[in-house]
């Protein structure tokens, strides 16, 4: 996903990858989003990133741009996505790490301060890990009216404060 900033500044989003030894190729990991400065398109340089989960971690926004909230103005970045992380006994690195968390990640995005994580939105219940029998539950929209954020499930529509991220009320959609 690309995403223009400014005349000079684009926002990426993808999946981080690391080289493998044993052949000619890559391994996707967890998520990246960053932002590129390109004064110069011949040679785009990352000014800032900012790496989330590991290998097995997805978003919605890798397939639909439509799930991406950006507001320049605000400086406002909301991202639904999927959270995979690695266990520290982990031997295969090929696998899918187990998913740990889903909902919307908030980020400030500055020229000057480059990516900053705000906090994250979640529509599960406290300590529920993502799975496909509480799918109805993940995050895939964000959206906001005034000072309120609201982030939509299939199951819920939840709105937080666009200042500080506290919860203000939910609705649910089932």
């Known amino acids: ?28 990991q967890g998520l990246k989003l960053s932002l590129f400065d390109v004064t110069d398109p011949s040679n785009p340089i990352d000014a800032s990133d900012y790496l989330v989960g ?3 971690s997805d978003s919605p926004a890798l397939t639909d741009h439509k799930s991406v909230l950006f507001d320049r103005s605000l400086n406002l970045l909301v991202i639904p996505l999927t959270i995979a992380q690695a266990q520290p006994d982990a031997t295969c690195t090929w696998c899918y790490n187990p998913l740990v968390w889903q909902g919307a990640y908030v980020f400030n995005v500055t020229v000057q301060n480059g990516i900053v994580f705000r906090g994250g ?13 509480n799918s109805s ?27 500080d991220l506290t919860e203000l009320n939910s609705v649910s959609l089932a």
């Open 1 to 28: 996903y690309l995403q223009p900033y400014d005349e000079t500044h684009l926002i990426g989003f993808g999946k981080s990858s690391t080289n493998v030894t044993w052949e000619n190729a890559a391994l996707f």
């Open 121 to 133: 939105i979640t529509h599960l219940a406290t300590g529920q890990l993502p799975s496909w029998y």
């Open 54 to 56: 590991d290998r097995g």
């Open 137 to 163: 539950f993940f995050v895939t929209r964000a959206l906001y009216i005034g000072s309120v954020l609201y982030t939509i499930s299939n199951n819920t529509v939840k709105m937080n404060s666009l200042s």
